[in-house]
Every structure is written in C-alpha cells, then in structure tokens.
C-alpha cells in the first residue's frame, strides 16, 4: 500500500515540480536567437510523449500495486499469451517512438544541408580558451592545420596558402556575426575534445582532433549571448566561457575591417624595448627600477606597493595594461589596480603598450623576497589538483593556457590577487574572460588561510627566491 502511495505521489510530484519551474522560476529554454524553432518542436514532442508514457507507467503500476495486493483468499492466475493486449501495445508504442523520431530526422536533414550563400567562419578551441577566423574579401579561409601551431601563429594558419593572407584571426574568446546572415561554422580543436554551445542558437557541436566538424543558422536577433563548452569528461572545460555578438551587417562589416589581416600580423614590426624603457621611469616609483616590486612595509600593501614585474612574459604585460586602460582591471572597488590604471593611461597607444611589455619582459629575473608562510603540503594538495593544469606544475605558466608565470612572483601580491579573484574585485568585468577563469579557481582555496598555503608552495617552485633577512 505505502509503494503504491508513494508511486503516485512520485508522479504528482514531478509534474507539479516540472511546472512551478517552468513558469514560477521560469527554468525553462532561453529565448530563441536563431532560426532553429524546429529543433525546440522536436524537443517539445519528446517532452510530451514521454512526459504522459511517464505518468502512464507509474501510474499503472501504482494502481496494480493497490488493486492487486495481498488478500487473504485471492490466488495470482498465470496468463502467458494475450495477443489483443501485445497488438494493442506495440502499436501504441511504435507510434510513441515513431512520433519522437520522425522531426528529429527531418530536421537533421536540413542542419546537414548548408545553404550555398552561407558564409564561412572558423571556431578553433584549445585548453580552456576560444579562437575564432574570419574569411578576408576572398571569402575563403586558408587552410590550417595545428602543426602549425606557434605563439606567433596560434590559429596555425598556413602561411604558403594565398587564401589565408587575407583571413582575420581573432585570439579573444569574443565572435561576431552579422544578424539574418546564414552563418556556416567549422570546428578545430588543438587539443582534446570540446563542445561548442550557444543555448540561445539551439545548436552544439563536438569539436574533435584532426577532424573538421561544422553547423550552421542564421542569427535572428541582436544581442550578445554566451558561449559555452558542454564537453563533460576532462578538466577545465565548465571556465571554456565566451560570448558571440550578433550585430547588424554594418556594424559587422565595419568591425572587421578594423581587424588585422592574419599577412598583417605575421609582419607586424617588432616591438621596441628601447621606447618603453624611456617611459618606465614613472613606474619605477611603485614597481622598483629593475621591475622587483616595492615590497609592503607594514601587514597591508599600501598604494605605492607595485609587484613585481621582472620575470613576466611581454603577452601578459599587454594584456594587463589594455585592462587597465580600458577599465576591465582597475574598477570602482578595486583600489589598488584604480592606482595602476592612473599610469596605463600615460602610454599613448597599441604601441606604447607594447614597448613597454617587450622592455619589462627584458629586465633581468632577480630574486624575489619569500614573505608569506604556511602549510607548504596542503598548498601542493590544492595546487597540483588546480592550479598545475594552467599554469603548469612549475609554476612557469604559458602562453598557450593564457596563464602567467606564478613561481618568482612576489608572493604577498599573488595573495592579494587571489583574494580579490574570490572576493569578485578582479575579474569580474564583463570583458574580463581571462579573470573569469580565476573567479571560478580561486574558489578551490576555502579561505585566507589556505591562500596562503598556496603561495607558501609557489615559493618553492621557484628557483631564485631569497629569505627574508638575507
Ligand atoms: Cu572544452
């Protein structure tokens, strides 16, 4: 009796659930951008057949379980064969099926069949960030391949192939496409497997080594949506985020135009440490002369402690400076990177900016001063588990996870940065996809105490620390 009562609140429940859900808290399909409304009438379909296949089940087998329990007297009579019933189901079940298959494959017709004027552009995914190609004038892309892979060439685009010299190569999570344009998207991976995801779109695809995989639709409305990597298995793939921007055909055509060609950036000239080191001289104040940091006198850093600088890679540096200067780093609750972006907006353009990267990538690596203690073996516990996968288990980082080196930092700064990861100071910006990824890291560390622990490790990774007092 209680098996029965129980089956049948079951059912009522999951059926009250799946609407207070639905329409209370709206858990429901985001609004569709695309012009894929066949695949949400196939997925309605599945919901109803086997939403009422479900409360017919249970509901049967509540009823048998009250009708047919045990009573003193009453005998179980065996009945192998009843053709009228079998019929009667198989039919009824074949038209369950039938109906649940049948859009499905109609539709998977149309999304294997890409339009003729489509237009070409290429996803390229790689531990744990999204690339993007678009076609130059030409409308072909060249062809790629990952052998070709370097960081001066992250998309791996030929450079032998005519086709390619005119290609836009994107190296920022961020794509754009023109509204009410059949957009026709091939799929690379560098690595291992990835799943590319707009759930705005209603379409996904599997983006596998070696192999090229594509989709297609026409983007219905403008907006920006987010990009998501719905690969399970692996590591990483839930901080793959990255946003597509639909926008008018103009506002399109005139972004790209702005981009440099992929022949453009292979013979871009080379940046000039010479310039930036004439422009260093006001950031010696707070970040020392050699770039090895100003280190805090008393327990909080103060406005002029700069960290250290010696020992970054010139792509970091850039990449920080353009955040400061365009206010993605440096916000209104983030005091001390509001003081950093005061001096990023002293170097002019593009180029001031990357004078400075190639003269602060020259300065020697000197040593750092070792200021935070902790448990040195808990710290390797959540490092290597976390930690390793970006910035690799020595610390060193690399361009090709976009994570810095973190061994030979000043130690005191990678606490206060990871404090302000959690605490959602840094990051968090709208634009801030690389921060993005430590917002969702720095959580690995339950509070203050293990941060520390973490720095206490990254201390000893690196080979050139000095004591304090030495
Ligand atoms: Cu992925």
Not at 188 to 217: A, C
Not at 251 to 262: I, K, R
Not at 326 to 349: I, K, P
Not at 386 to 413: E, F, I, K, R, V
Request: glycine letters at 8%; charged letters at 15%; a negative charge.
């Amino acid at each position: 009796m209680s098996l029965a009562i129980a089956l049948f609140l079951l059912v009522i429940g999951t059926v009250v659930l799946h609407f207070v859900f639905a329409y209370y808290f709206g858990w429901w399909f985001t609004p569709l951008a695309a012009d894929w409304v066949g695949i949400d009438i196939t997925v309605y379909i599945t919901l109803w057949v086997t939403g009422i296949v479900f409360v017919a089940i249970n509901g049967f087998m509540a009823y048998c379980v009250w009708r047919f329990r045990h009573r003193q007297g009453h005998k179980a009579v065996y009945e192998p064969e009843n053709h009228k019933m079998e019929i009667w189901l198989s039919v009824v079940t074949t038209a369950g099926v039938v109906l649940m298959l049948t859009p499905g494959l109609f539709y998977w017709a149309v999304f294997v069949n890409v339009p003729e004027e489509a237009r070409d552009y290429e996803v390229l995914a790689q531990q744990w960030q999204w690339q993007y190609r678009y076609p130059g004038a030409d409308g072909i892309l060249g062809t790629a391949d990952t052998a070709l892979v370097s960081q001066g060439n992250p998309f791996g685009v030929n450079p032998d192939d005519p086709n390619g010299q005119d290609d836009v190569v994107v190296n920022d999570p961020q794509m754009r496409l023109p509204v009410d344009q059949d957009a026709h998207i091939l799929f690379r991976s560098n690595d291992v497997l990835h799943n590319f995801t707009v759930p705005q779109f209603r379409v996904k695809m599997d983006l596998v080594p070696g192999l090229i995989s594509y989709m297609w639709f026409t983007p219905t409305k403008v907006g920006t949506y987010d990009v998501l990597c719905e690969e399970l298995c692996g590591i990483g793939h839930f901080v793959m985020r990255g946003q597509v921007v639909v926008e008018t055909e103009e506002d399109f055509d005139a972004w790209l135009a702005t981009q440099p060609t992929f022949a453009e950036t292979q013979n871009m000239v080379a940046a000039n440490p010479a310039a930036g080191q004439a422009q260093y001289v006001v950031c010696a104040t707070c970040h020392g002369r050699q770039g090895e940091g100003v280190q805090p006198q008393g327990a909080e850093p103060g406005p002029t402690n700069g960290p250290k600088l010696a020992g970054q890679p010139a792509w970091y540096i850039e990449r920080q400076l353009q955040y400061f200067k365009s206010g993605v780093r440096g916000g209104a609750d983030d005091v001390m990177g509001q003081q950093m972006a005061a001096f990023a907006a002293t170097l002019a353009d593009d180029e001031a900016v990357r004078n400075m990267a190639a003269y602060i990538a020259s300065l020697p690596n000197v040593p750092a001063q070792r200021t935070i203690v902790g448990d040195i073996a808990n710290g390797q516990d959540i490092y290597d588990r976390n930690c390793a996968a970006c910035h690799l288990d020595d610390g060193a980082g690399t361009w090709y996870t976009d994570a810095p080196p973190l061994a030979g930092q000043s130690d005191w700064y990678l606490v206060t940065q990871l404090a302000n990861f959690r605490a959602g100071i840094r990051g968090m910006h709208a634009e801030d996809d690389y921060g993005e990824q430590m917002v969702q890291m720095a959580t690995a560390m339950a509070d203050e105490e293990e941060i520390k622990d973490v720095a206490a490790y990254i201390n000893t990774l690196a080979s050139n620390r000095i004591e304090v007092g030495e």
